[in-house]
């Protein structure tokens, strides 16, 4: 990462420390605690799969929400099922937290350590177990990034589709976690769409298998609820992944727009016209100008809005989306519009769409990446209503997102050294959460809550809703010990926020913007 990413906790840094995030001194009863888990995991694994000291803890002290750190009590890296089920039964037994860590690139804090807690590093678990063309799956364990998987099956001419723009870093693992996406989940869908079976160990060190290697499996869905639960429910060691096959071709279109609505509503009429393109993003003024200086993709400078389409398949395929989404792109407004002639050129459009998290750096020291969703009409609504609160926080906004999911990725521009910045900015983040729930959408796509976004999931779920997701980790997790503190927010903390949602879709906090 070029850039320092943090993110938006609204009233965490400061008045309301989760007890994750809160930070510990050293103290006796401290070194006691870690002496007594360092010693039970010593039954279980090797010693040098078990770091203590603070200069080896401290590289796991965050992940990419880098504005919240916290050392662990120990980070383990154990190199066998074994040795994972051994060291949960342990931590269960002693009441010691578990946070499971990929490859620390969630954006999120998901990984965030607990003080007093085990970091369970999955690094070592990196091998492609099983690769079976005929079955078009694989089978991985959890730490295999999801480019290495693409990468081994590119010989079969098969490909894994979700493609979230770390994917040269990101473990399956974490993506499971994360229920990832990617430029191509438009078309291809999120991870739980590709996933057939994820196995694993529970808190207390149970075996168990999500899903199967069929297409479905009996009794309750529970593969759709452990993807996404971010690492809540259970530690994934083991995922069956479907793969597909590479298209034939590729082509993509880049459209200029002169005005934010014209493009907001483009996006909205190639669905509406009943075209899945395999990707559409689109990204504004500030973001493509920090772009075209890093990579030279040859972005339109004086759009406001460039909005990348791409089709594939079959050529026949090809031509006739393509033909169909320049005549929709042209009626909505596009001032021009650029066809990729070969795959180098396709490539360099989306040079630079992949690579606008790091040319963010470049325009401002720190930038806090949002994640939220928004029904596809209102795209422009909240694109304009995110102008108004650059003027309101005085900060500057970088636009760069999934705009054919519907799923923003605002970048607020700010310098983490100014105190007054980043409390400007975590306002500003927990406003562009709200008014996206207010307008019909979700605090996040992709990234996940965390500890990010607890204080804004009292805005987006009831009290009663989330004492029923606090239900379902209880049923896989009496005793709390896996990832505490993240995700789901308690009555207290909404009660702190001030912000208790929800009846009939109806924001009924005072303060809330209608729209
Ligand atoms: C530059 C950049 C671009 C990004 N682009 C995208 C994008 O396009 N789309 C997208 O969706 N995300 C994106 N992300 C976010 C991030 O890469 C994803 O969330 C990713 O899935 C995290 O994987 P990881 O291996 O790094 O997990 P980590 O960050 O290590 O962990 C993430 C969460 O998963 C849990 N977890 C990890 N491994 C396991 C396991 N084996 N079992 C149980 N729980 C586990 C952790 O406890 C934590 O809660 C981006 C991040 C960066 C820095």
């Given amino acids: ?74 980070v ?12 949960l039964q342990a931590c269960h037994r002693l009441a010691v937290p578990v946070v499971a860590r990929g490859a620390g690139t969630g954006l999120s804090g998901g990984a965030l350590p607990h003080a007093l807690g085990v970091t369970l590093s999955l690094a070592r678990f990196n091998q ?13 364990q959890c730490g295999v990034r999801n480019l290495a998987i693409s990468e081994a099956a590119a010989p079969y001419g098969l490909y894994y589709a979700p493609d ?29 769409h590709n996933v057939l079976q994820v196995r694993g160990f529970t808190a207390a060190g149970e075996a168990v298998t999500f899903g199967s290697t069929a297409l479905d499996a009996p009794g309750y869905d529970l593969l759709a609820a452990v993807v996404g639960s971010e690492g809540m429910l259970a530690v ?33 009429n190639v669905i509406a016209a009943g075209i899945i393109p395999a990707g559409l993003e689109m990204m504004d003024k500030p973001m493509t100008a920090a772009v075209e200086d890093f990579v030279h993709a040859g972005y339109d400078l ?39 002639q070969n795959e180098a050129e396709r490539l360099r459009f989306w040079s630079g769409r992949k690579n606008a998290f790091p040319a963010s750096g470049r325009i401002s020291p720190d930038y806090m990446c949002m994640d939220s969703t928004i029904p596809r009409k209102r795209l422009a609504d909240i694109l304009l209503a995110i102008q108004e609160m650059e003027k309101k926080y005085q900060l500057r906004c970088a636009n760069v997102f999934h705009a054919g999911d519907g799923n923003l990725h605002p970048l607020i521009l700010f310098d983490a050294n100014d105190p007054d910045q980043l409390h400007r900015c975590e306002l500003f983040g927990a406003d562009i959460l709200e008014t996206s729930v207010a307008m019909g959408g979700t605090i996040t796509g992709e990234h996940g809550v965390g500890i990010e976004k607890l204080s804004s999931m009292c805005v987006q779920f009831s009290a009663e809703e989330n004492a029923q997701m606090l239900a379902l980790k209880a049923a896989f997790d009496p005793a709390g010990l896996l990832n505490p503190g993240k995700v789901i927010p308690t009555l207290h903390r909404c009660a702190e926020y001030g912000k208790m949602l929800v009846r009939g879709g109806q924001i009924k906090h005072p303060d809330l913007p209608r729209f």
Avoid at 76 to 87: H, M, Y
Avoid at 243 to 256: F, N, V
Avoid at 305 to 329: H, K, Q, Y
């Fill in 164 to 192: 979230p723009s770390s994917q040269i870093a990101c473990t399956i693992g974490g993506n499971v976690a994360e229920n990832s996406g990617g430029v191509h989940c438009l078309k291809y869908g999120l991870t739980l």
């Fill in 128 to 140: 492609i177990l099983t690769m079976d063309p005929r079955s078009r799956t694989a089978v991985v």
């Fill in 302 to 340: 004086s759009a406001e809005a460039i909005l990348l389409c791409e089709s594939d398949g079959t050529p026949e395929e090809v031509e006739e989306e393509m033909g169909r989404m320049s005549a929709v792109l042209r009626a909505a407004g596009a001032t021009a519009i650029a066809v990729s």
């Fill in 76 to 87: 383990a890296l154990p190199e066998t099922t074994e040795q994972v089920q051994a060291l």
């Fill in 236 to 268: 994934v060691t083991e995922v069956t992944v479907k793969l597909i096959p590479q298209p034939q071709l590729a082509r993509c279109i880049m459209a200029s727009f002169d005005d934010m609505r014209k493009a907001g509503d483009a996006v909205a």
């Fill in 1 to 74: 990462m070029a850039a320092r990413v943090s993110s938006t906790v609204p009233t965490m840094t400061s008045a309301h420390p989760t007890p994750a995030a809160a930070p510990i001194a050293p103290s006796p009863s401290r070194a006691a605690r870690q002496a007594e888990v360092v010693q039970a995991l010593l039954q279980h694994l090797p010693a040098h799969a078990l770091l203590w000291h603070s200069e080896d803890t401290t590289p796991y002290e965050c992940d990419g929400l880098t504005a919240y750190r916290q050392r662990p009590l120990v």
